[in-house]
């Protein structure tokens, strides 16, 4: 009987231990801006953690960096490009600081501190400690062909016809929200 007690002891500590163990992330989870950089999810697709070195005053170049986990399980990601409407252009790096035309993250991969360029920043624009930018991302390494738009059709016998966009089918913009450090 005694050995018996002494294993539902250990089953009990064993459960106490591991409730220990998941309130940490699950308190994680509920404080994401406390915690971490401002992360962008997309779920079953991609997360984005980015930081914004805060440029000096007036125009010139800053430094960036960016941490993306591709979410989905059988297609690469692929970031193609970075925008905003106060900086000129943007220019990626790999992680061993050469420069890339785009970004392959493989599926189930979690890629870190990545450098991105800022060229030509309007410092003026920075006044938050937070700012949107726009990543163009692909799903897979290949672009689709190019789809034509369809209208939609209205109404409950509509035939079952649904509406799309114009452009490349697995190619899209995501505003993504860089914290700015000082």
Same mark, same amino acid.
């Given at each position: 009987?005694?050995?018996?007690?002494?294993?539902?002891?250990?089953?009990?500590?064993?459960?106490?231990?591991?409730?220990?163990?998941?309130?940490? *992330?699950?308190? @994680? #989870?509920?404080?994401? &801006?406390?915690?971490?950089?401002? %992360?962008? $999810? +997309?779920?079953?697709?991609?997360?984005?953690?980015?930081?914004?070195?805060?440029?000096?005053?007036?125009?010139?170049?800053?430094?960036?960096?960016?941490?993306?986990?591709?979410?989905?399980?059988?297609? *690469?990601?692929? @970031? #193609?490009?970075?925008? &905003?409407?106060?900086?000129?252009? %943007?220019? $990626? +790096?790999?992680?061993?600081?050469?420069?890339?035309?785009?970004?392959?993250?493989?599926?189930?991969?979690?890629?870190?501190?990545?450098?991105?360029?800022?060229?030509?920043?309007?410092?003026?624009?920075?006044?938050?400690?937070?700012?949107?930018?726009?990543?163009?991302?692909?799903?897979?390494?290949?672009?689709?062909?190019?789809?034509?738009?369809?209208?939609?059709?209205?109404?409950?016998?509509?035939?079952?016809?649904?509406?799309?966009?114009?452009?490349?089918?697995?190619?899209?913009?995501?505003?993504?929200?860089?914290?700015?450090?000082?």
């Amino acid at each position: 009987m005694k050995s018996i007690r002494k294993t539902n002891n250990t089953n009990n500590n064993a459960g106490i231990k591991l409730g220990r163990l998941l309130a940490l *992330p699950v308190f @994680l #989870l509920l404080l994401p &801006g406390v915690v971490s950089a401002q %992360a962008s $999810l +997309y779920p079953g697709f991609m997360m984005v953690e980015a930081f914004l070195d805060r440029p000096d005053s007036g125009s010139g170049d800053s430094n960036a960096v960016i941490s993306i986990s591709n979410l989905h399980e059988s297609d *690469p990601l692929v @970031l #193609l490009d970075i925008t &905003g409407e106060n900086f000129e252009n %943007a220019t $990626l +790096y790999n992680q061993n600081n050469e420069e890339v035309e785009q970004l392959v993250i493989q599926p189930g991969e979690r890629v870190y501190n990545i450098p991105v360029m800022l060229n030509g920043v309007d410092s003026s624009v920075f006044d938050d400690s937070t700012y949107n930018f726009n990543f163009f991302v692909r799903r897979g390494l290949e672009a689709m062909e190019p789809v034509e738009a369809i209208e939609g059709a209205q109404g409950a016998f509509s035939g079952g016809i649904k509406a799309r966009e114009a452009g490349i089918p697995n190619e899209d913009e995501y505003i993504v929200n860089f914290a700015i450090r000082n």
